[in-house]
């Protein structure tokens, strides 16, 4: 009897700790004081806190209003499948909504409408208004024609070029000492430097030889002549298949003379795997191009074990003493043509869900005015980089009236520091405003000047990428049966035709990729083509 | 030699005119009870006078009962947004609600690729259990055979940890050994080769589990009763033919049991692992039902209506492969689930 | 047979016994030793991985023994104040929500292997249907939310109560594992349905219930998914949660990945042996008692 009443003792002493415990951890960890605004952001634990982030301080000062920053790690906010029933919060920052929930939370009246509170937000209305820059507002409106998030636009005319060539003018030169250079390349030793022009027949040979000789330096088991990540929106295939004379990219979907077109159709493109296919039979591309992350990518690039790679930057692939090691080439020449070819990516500059408003909000005009903020320049590029007080810009303008970035953070290197101190988020950097009023950063800079440099020029004549299109919920439901699938397909028939010990003849092509997905084919281009239509009628009726 | 499966089914003939009673009683509860009373009212005596005498078994069942009750029943009008075009923040039940039919089973039915996926999703199931079924019971039996106590404790450790490596680790490490360059690749890269995924799955899947698994075959083991194992030394009976004749009948109802709910899990692969090791070259085989759903409703924009009614028709097929298990089984083994 | 001649069979069985006894164990210790050599390397793998420069390993330059071996990843995670708070919290959880497992799922398992159950068969369906059909995670949640469990670490204990699957698994035990005479002999002295239960069928059930406590308190033990879902407190993480969250912190966007890449390699392999190795430290406690109480073969 004894051993029962102090086992129940315990039980009931224990049961009471973990309760009381529990039930502490049920108390908010929010601030307890009044604040005008509370607003959920989604941040990792490394991020600085918002509240004491320089630039909130002096939006709180400049505006007279007191936001209170509580926070969702990634990890949290993606698990949380109704963010807006959080209690108390009365805007999340870095939402990221898809377009869909946007419209159901707006039109279920759980977000604010914010085009109704325009005359509370004179920045972003004039951003609206603006004749010449109607694709905004077409990219952010929703099926029912409201606005229901505050935009991210960042226009550095990057994002559209991501893969550009680089070669590893070490290996050339190791190469011409050698006196081994394939015979159909006549190359000097001061030829090898950024913008180099080879014909793609010559670039094989090299990465042949590449492939065939020993190169000191490199572990020959690690060597690779070629590195790419398939399918990545960065650094992918596409640029290799564009020189060939199709305007590829990873969707394979571009805008050809006004008509939505897919390029697996075109003949060229079914030229350029099978070319591929002979290099990677012959050892040119490793079968990791296919199987790696970028992450792994990345990390392999980095003791310089590529001869050549694609990617929109070399500074984040090589480590910095084998930086200088890699040349900028211009896109391939085609041998037949002599003409070289950029691809160009469907990869949008203006990213709609950046912020949303509760409808629960008590007073929606404060804090939309407190946001409207946000996109004025100079706040937008200290929203970016960190605040003037805190070093990322220089206190005061260049010659031209320009606000510079500052690199000059003490230990901490740009990249941390942004990473740290910037909350990004909402911002309006156009074109424009790169033009005029800010200095991109440096890196951003470099990545520009080698584009309009090399790349830009090449651009195939009457193409344009596909911009942020508005689908009707019909034509959602055909995207929805048909693109997945078609995806898949392609890039299985693509990835094997490339891999396959014999090269892939064009009855298969013709049979096993374009006609088993006939329809599907048809059914994406058709839907995509009514979208951008209208699209298009009504950007010109806004201008 | 008597195994323990003949001696409780001697203490079942004896105890046969209750047992015949209680089946009875528990038949007439569920069937419709106003038929049952007419044609045998006994019957329906027997199972009050029981109920009287022993229902207070009831008491044990009652807080699981109730606790499922209210977390796995009070949700399940989920399964409603099978017929919904629903969107997060709409509500199930209300005023919002769109009713779409059967619009979303249409809208999965109808994908081009789905034959391929089904197919996908049988195989890869269908290999995993044929594989991984029996490894952990041939396991279970060898362990338990051996003599030395510690040789058979550290190798149980050692083959169950495993089972606590993440899958992302788990996948990290696949690559590193079978992708591109991997140490036991050979020169090629398993993970882009179509026909190259199933093993490797599998492969890794039974890595990762089998020791597991064999927790509670172990378990049962370690209760049989010693003094058969004597008996039948006494008879001839080598250690081998001893795991046939008195270890394989002492766990022969849990591996039975486990058998069935596993043929009734049959369809249902989970999609990290799959959607971890999906590359663009091994597509054709790796993209099953759960993954594409997956890429398809959560990735995508389309779905919960899509995703549940997926799940939906799932649950069907799993539910179908039970029955036929379970009836299987009664037939071949007379052991039922219920 | 009576002893002595039970003793003369013996003998006389023994030659040919013992040698294809000694076949059998000859095979069975290749099949074993062949199994653990497969399970092995990629466990050293995880160990050196973790002791070793994470460059060689994301390069793949880590084979047979560590390379450059640095304890950084032990060091950054053993510093953290909330990698101990989170060990205390899962803790916690896995003992107070275990127990609250065993005490659902030890009963409705003996009550569902008694044919005089009454309702048996509605029962029993009603608790197959769950194993097969749920509403999903939006009611769930939802339920919780009403239940006020929503952003309540109580969740943590109470969530998963009852895996019908074990519940199944104790059936199935129970229906074969207990002597049928003890049940009769306790009827005869007249015990109730609950002195049955406590006095006879509970002390030879030890190894069903290690079992099941084992099963669930690494569903507990592992479990990090519900901390994030039901939005709880970050000082009432789990310590699985806030190994995730340092994981996912270093997943950096743009310019800085690959710092954070060599962090997150790290992370990933030393954060298996941290989680894992108490677990592989308690298992041979639980399993001592897999043998026990079960007297099957004292009632022949």
């Known amino acids: 009897m004894k051993k029962i009443i102090i086992a129940v003792v315990a039980v009931v002493l224990w049961l009471a700790a973990v309760i009381g415990y529990t039930v502490a951890g049920t108390a908010s960890d929010g601030d307890d004081g009044e604040h005008d605004f509370i607003v959920l952001t989604v941040k990792e634990e490394t991020v600085k806190d918002y509240n004491t982030m320089p630039v909130f301080t002096e939006l709180a000062r400049m505006t007279g209003k007191d936001v209170y920053w509580t926070y969702n790690t990634s990890n949290q906010y993606s698990n949380n499948i109704d963010p807006i029933s959080i209690k108390g919060i009365d805007a999340i920052y870095h939402a990221g909504f898809s377009n869909l929930k946007l419209y159901n939370y707006g039109r279920r009246g759980k977000i604010v409408a914010i085009d109704e509170y325009l005359d509370s937000m004179p920045n972003f209305k004039r951003i609206l208004e603006n004749p010449l820059r109607q694709d905004i507002r077409q990219a952010l409106e929703s099926p029912d024609g409201h606005i229901y998030s505050l935009p991210r636009i960042e226009e550095m005319g990057l994002k559209a070029y991501p893969n550009i060539l680089f070669l590893n003018k070490e290996w050339v030169k190791q190469l011409i000492d050698k006196d081994d250079l394939p015979a159909s390349v006549n190359l000097q030793e001061e030829d090898l430097k950024d913008g180099l022009k080879l014909k ?114 070399k500074e984040t692939v090589v480590a910095k003493d084998k930086q200088n090691d890699y040349i900028v080439l211009q896109p391939l020449v085609d041998d037949v043509t002599g003409k070289q070819y950029a691809g160009v990516s469907n990869e949008q500059e203006i990213e709609k869900s950046e912020c949303v408003i509760l409808s629960s909000c008590k007073d929606i005009k404060g804090l939309l005015g407190y946001f409207d903020k946000f996109f004025e320049p100079e706040i937008s590029a200290q929203l970016n980089y960190g605040l003037i007080a805190s070093g990322a810009f220089k206190s005061q303008k260049d010659e031209n009236g320009k606000l510079v970035p500052n690199d000059d953070h003490g230990n901490q290197s740009t990249d941390d520091f942004r990473m740290k101190n910037a909350p990004y988020g909402v911002v309006y950097l156009t074109a424009e405003e790169w033009e005029n009023n800010i200095e991109m950063e440096p890196r951003a800079k470099l990545r520009l000047e080698r584009l309009e440099k090399w790349v830009k020029a090449h651009t195939f004549e009457n193409v344009k990428p596909i911009p942020n299109l508005n689908y009707t919920k019909e034509q959602l439901d055909v995207l929805n049966m048909y693109e997945s699938s078609l995806g898949n397909n392609i890039s299985a028939w693509m990835t094997n035709s490339i891999t396959a010990p014999t090269k892939p003849s064009k009855s298969d092509w013709l049979n096993n990729l374009l006609k088993t997905n006939r329809k599907s084919i048809d059914e994406v281009k058709r839907v995509n083509q009514e979208a951008y239509d209208s699209y298009l009628s009504k950007i010109s009726a806004g201008s | 030699m008597k195994s323990l499966n003949g001696a409780s089914a001697e203490a079942v003939e004896n105890d046969l005119l209750i047992e015949q009673a209680y089946e009875a009683m528990s038949e007439g509860s569920t069937g419709d009870g106003e038929v049952v009373n007419k044609k045998a009212p006994d019957k329906w005596e027997k199972w009050k006078n029981n109920f009287k005498r022993r229902g207070w078994i009831l008491l044990f069942i009652i807080p699981a009962l109730l606790y499922v009750l209210l977390f796995c029943y009070v949700p399940m009008y989920g399964i409603l947004v099978a017929f919904q075009d629903y969107g997060v923040g709409d509500p199930i039940l209300g005023a919002g609600t769109v009713w779409v039919g059967f619009d979303n089973f249409t809208a999965f039915f109808s994908n081009p690729n789905f034959g391929d996926y089904f197919v996908n999703t049988f195989l890869l199931c269908f290999l995993g259990f044929i594989v991984g079924f029996p490894l952990p019971v041939i396991v279970a039996l060898l362990l338990n055979s051996l003599r030395s106590k510690k040789v058979k404790k550290g190798l149980q450790i050692l083959y169950y940890a495993p089972h606590f490596i993440s899958l992302v680790v788990m996948v990290g490490m696949l690559k590193l050994f079978f992708g591109a360059d991997g140490l036991f690749a050979g020169g090629s890269d398993f993970f882009i080769k179509p026909e190259a995924f199933r093993p490797l799955f599998i492969f890794s899947g039974n890595w990762q589990d089998f020791g597991w698994s064999a927790i509670i075959y172990l378990a049962a083991l370690s209760g049989v009763d010693p003094a058969l194992h004597e008996a039948a030394k006494v008879d001839g009976a080598s250690r081998f033919r001893r795991i046939f004749s008195v270890d394989l009948p002492a766990i022969a109802p849990t591996v039975i049991m486990l058998m069935i709910l596993s043929i009734g899990n049959l369809m249902s692969c989970g999609y990290e692992k799959v959607l971890l090791m999906q590359t663009p070259g091994n597509l054709p085989t790796s993209e099953i039902l759960s993954s594409y759903v997956y890429n398809f409703g959560l990735k995508g924009d389309a779905g919960y209506g899509v995703g549940t009614a997926a799940g939906l028709f799932n649950s069907v097929i799993n539910v179908a492969l039970l029955v036929i298990a379970n009836f299987t089984s009664k037939k071949l083994a007379n052991q039922s689930m219920w | 047979m009576d002893k002595q001649e039970l003793k003369a ?292």
């Not at chain 3, 016994?17 to 050599?37: H, K, N, P, Q």
């Not at chain 3, 954070?260 to 639980?286: C, D, E, G, H, N």
């Open chain 1, 200 to 313: 793609r027949s010559e670039f094989k040979a090299i990465l042949q030889k590449f492939c065939d000789t020993d190169i000191s330096g490199v572990d020959s088991k690690n060597k690779v002549p070629l590195a790419f990540v398939s399918g990545n929106w960065q650094g992918n295939e596409s640029d290799l298949i564009a020189s060939f004379g199709v305007p590829e990219n990873r969707e394979h979907k571009t805008v050809e003379n006004g008509k939505i077109t897919f390029t697996i159709e075109n003949e060229n493109w079914f030229n350029a795997i099978a070319e591929m296919n002979d290099w990677y039979n012959r050892g040119l591309i490793r079968s990791s191009a296919f199987s790696q992350t970028q992450d792994e990518f990345l990390a392999k690039g980095q003791d310089g074990r590529y001869g050549a790679f694609y990617w929109w930057e």
């Open chain 3, 9 to 300: 069979l013996k003998k006389k069985n023994k030659i040919k016994e013992s040698r294809t006894d000694y076949v059998y164990y000859a095979i069975c210790g290749i099949i074993l030793f062949l199994l653990a050599v497969v399970i092995i390397y990629p466990l050293y793998y995880i160990v050196i991985a973790s002791v070793s420069d994470p460059d060689a390993v994301l390069t793949g330059g880590v084979w047979l023994y560590p390379v450059k071996v640095t304890f950084s990843g032990y060091a950054n995670l053993f510093t953290r104040n909330d990698v101990w708070r989170g060990y205390f919290n899962t803790l916690v959880y896995t003992v107070t929500g275990t127990a609250f497992n065993i005490v659902l799922t030890i009963p409705a398992g003996w009550a569902l292997s008694r044919d005089y159950l009454p309702f048996r068969k509605l029962i029993m369906t009603l608790l197959i249907i769950t194993m097969f059909f749920g509403g999903g995670l939006v009611p769930y949640v939802v339920l919780c939310q009403a239940l006020g469990l929503y952003q309540n670490p109580l969740i943590l204990i109470i969530g998963g109560g009852v895996s019908v699957y074990n519940v199944f698994m104790c059936k199935s035990f129970f229906q074969t594992n207990v002597p049928k005479e003890v049940l009769e002999a306790g009827q005869i002295d007249g015990a109730g349905e609950i002195r049955t239960f406590f006095d006879l069928v509970l002390p030879v059930a030890k190894s069903i219930i290690s079992v099941m406590v084992l099963f669930y308190a690494v569903g507990h033990w592992n479990n990090y998914i519900d901390a994030f879902i039901f939005d709880i407190n970050r000082n009432f993480y789990p310590l699985q949660a806030v190994l995730k969250e340092l994981l996912e912190a270093t997943s950096g966007e743009g310019d800085v990945v690959l710092e954070q890449m060599r962090m997150a390699t790290q992370i990933k392999f030393t954060s298996i042996i941290v989680a894992t190795v108490p677990i592989l430290v308690v298992y041979p406690m639980i399993e001592k008692h897999f043998g026990q109480g079960v007297l099957v073969g004292s009632f022949k």
